[in-house]
């Protein structure tokens, strides 16, 4: 089955750790995305990539960090310098059939909690 | 700058009755508009977007969207609801890039 997977489910972060959440994919598509969720908030974006060894930064970039050395990969690092991590983190990815017309495929999500 | 304005945070309706969601948006070019759902500690999944053409979308589970750009909304519908549907629906916009932004998001709690 195709799709995209995020592990780990749940995460426990100590304050000045730096963690990497996973996200995997394959759906073969091009382009992939970070976004932090909070309760009443929505989605805010991250990073994201449209193609592989480039990305570019979202709204909220301060604080983590994102590689993309492989087509299926997108790991995401929270970072000690992100002072709030605590939130629900969501991978997405799609085919850029048209710049802004694509359906984004969502993973299943990490929480992460700081302690 | 674009945005979208989900103005109900919460929306309890009666199972088989009638919901509309709510969704308005920003925005100083052309967009295309999307609708994704979000059931309990799980990912989006899209419901319906409009991308030209028809003003009236119709997407999975029974559920449509109409574009009305005079009014910048996207408002979502279903003629009857179940429980199943309980979820969080969240609306987004993009101009044409790779870039959404994405509402607030709306509960839709359907009671028995």
Known sequence: DGGITQSPKYLFRKEGQNVTLSCEQNLNHD??????????????????????????KGDIAEGYSVSREKKESFPLTVTSAQKNPTAFYLCASSVPAGAGTDTQYFGPGTRLTVL | AQSVTQLDSQVPVFEEAPVELRCNYSSSVSVYLFWYVQYPNQGLQLLLKYLSGSTLVKGINGFEAEFNKSQTSFHLRKPSVHISDTAEYFCAVNSGTYKYIFGTGTRLKVLA
Do not use: K, T
């Open chain 1, 31 to 56: 382009a992939m995305y970070w976004y932090r969720q909070d309760p009443g908030q929505g989605l805010r974006l991250i990073y994201y990539s449209q193609i592989v060894n480039d990305f570019q």
